[in-house]
């Protein structure tokens, strides 16, 4: 079956501007997660939803950063007035459900401020 | 509490030989431990897991190692093949389905 997708799977912009990232997760996954991997941080978790609850903010650097999960299916991260410090790949990644651990990653979108 | 410290950062290895990671963690708490592979221009992908009420998996040449009480876990990949390169990442979660806390990366090169 289809695994996670995420679009653009490139994304350069200019410092300042508003960018928005797509993830299309598993058909019937519950759980989506977004990650951030740079080359001076590693991966690390940005934000996490799981159905109908509210999700874990905990990860988000900055209250530039926002993501959105619309009908418990595709989600959104926005960045505002992105700066240079946000270049880094953005990565989804889906679980089944509260039963299973598993989580699959997307290709990820390589975003560069310049 | 919830860093994961992982080494080497790098690994070259002769084909056919054993490719060993080792991943350090503090969180007590953490329940699950997965391996993720990631090749250039790819996301990671799940290579293996334990949890920590088993000392050791084995999933074809990949093994994990687990010490609860050192709050230990490796990763030994067994004759290793030229298509084994690429970037492995050990994880870490406190609750299943939690967010993960990943390792910084070790970058295996397997010369053929």
């Known amino acids: 079956g289809a695994g996670v997708s995420q679009s653009p799977s490139n994304k350069v912009t200019e410092k300042g501007k508003d960018v928005e990232l797509r993830c299309d997760p598993i058909s019937g996954h519950t759980a989506l997660y977004w990650y951030r991997q740079s080359l001076g941080q590693g991966l690390e978790f940005l934000i996490y939803f799981q159905g109908n609850s509210a999700p874990d903010k905990s990860g988000l650097p900055s209250d530039r950063f926002s993501a959105e999960r619309t009908g418990g299916s595709v989600s959104t991260l926005t960045i505002q007035r992105t700066q240079q410090e946000d270049s880094a790949v953005y990565l989804c990644?889906?679980?089944?459900?509260?039963?299973?651990?598993?989580?699959?990653f997307g290709p990820g979108t390589r975003l560069t401020v310049t | 509490q919830q860093q994961v410290k992982q080494s080497p950062q790098s690994l070259i290895v002769q084909k056919g030989g054993i490719s060993i990671i080792n991943c350090a963690y503090e969180n007590t708490a953490f329940d699950y431990f997965p391996w993720y592979q990631q090749f250039p221009g790819k996301g990671p992908a799940l290579l293996i897991a334990?949890?920590?009420?088993?000392s050791e998996k084995k999933e074809g040449r990949f093994t994990i190692s687990f010490n609860k009480s050192a709050k230990q876990f490796s990763l030994h990949i067994m004759d290793s093949q030229p298509g084994d390169s690429a970037t492995y990442f050990c994880a870490a979660s406190w609750y299943s389905g939690s967010r993960l806390t990943f390792g910084e990366g070790t970058q295996l090169t397997v010369n053929p």
């Open positions: 334990i949890r920590p009420d088993v």
């Open positions: 990644a889906s679980r089944q459900d509260r039963g299973s651990v598993e989580q699959y």
